[in-house]
């Protein structure tokens, strides 16, 4: 059967296959390739395309891109409500389950790595049971060290949470550091290749799942970042947050914390900062794809492939398609 050949899966379904990395690296593009492949749909593990008006900075899919594959979970909340991981894990179960009983495979993709975890190993929710020692700790840290000390411990280990609270958010960065170094979070670090069962409250699904992703130079990420955002202000971007803005959105709300929303406010009020802003964009961008890796590396076993910032989506997500149905039963694929 040829590659490129798209497959009538099982209606029984085994291995599922998702897509990570960091923002900025063609994971739309690439899952848009993959389902033309598969036969599939994109379920979208991103906090921030949830949002409706958020599409400039999310680097929401087109309209065309939705055109080629259909994605779920995006659009699917007002920019001043509040959505959680548990929340996702839940809505992502049922989008799967739909895309299978349609004779599809879902494929799961994006960069929000609370998400993917809530989904996978949902025993490191923010349900984790308090730790008042723990706890104690981190406050004598705050107080000896100061709050920015233990934000940074944060974006270690969970950057996605690191970036939806403010450093000086002590209380919540504890809670979010007492989730991270639970039992149950560190017990899961590393889970089993293949072998993951998906599961969300407790109820496991016949579902498991296979976790992809590309490395590319440095280097040349930190290019593509740096042209995205410039490509972001070009298509209007400071428009979008103005919009936003204008329309109530709370700035200490989560849609509002997200890249490029988060540095360009300032540049709102005062146009005369707006090089300082882009570059403070560029410069935070480029931290947390760093931290997003480390997460990634440490957090879900994903077959790494290599590729250069000029490799076709296409040409990977062949790669992709190949080493996943090495790994599917013949009868599922």
Known sequence: MRDDAPQTPNPEPQILPFIVGPTGSGKTAVA???CALLGGEIVSADSMQIYR????????PTREEQRHARHHLIDIREPHETYSAAQWAQDATIAIADIRARGLWPVIAGGTGFYLRALLHPESLADAAPDPHLRAQLQAEAATHGAGHLHARLSELDPDAAARLHPNDVRRVIRALEVALSPQAVSGQRLAVSGQRLAVSGQHTSHR????????PREQLYRRLDARVDV???????DELRGLVEGGVPLSGTAMQGLGYKQMRPALEDPQRLDECVALWKRDTRRYAK???TWFRHQLPVQWIPVESDTPPAAIAARIARQWRGQVPDDES
């Open 209 to 216: 799942s296979v976790v992809f992703g590309w490395e590319m």
């Open 232 to 238: 972001m202000l070009q298509a209007g971007f400071m």
């Open 53 to 60: 008006g958020l599409d400039i900075g999310s680097a929401k």
């Open 291 to 293: 931290r997003q890796m």
């Open 32 to 34: 848009i390739e993959l």
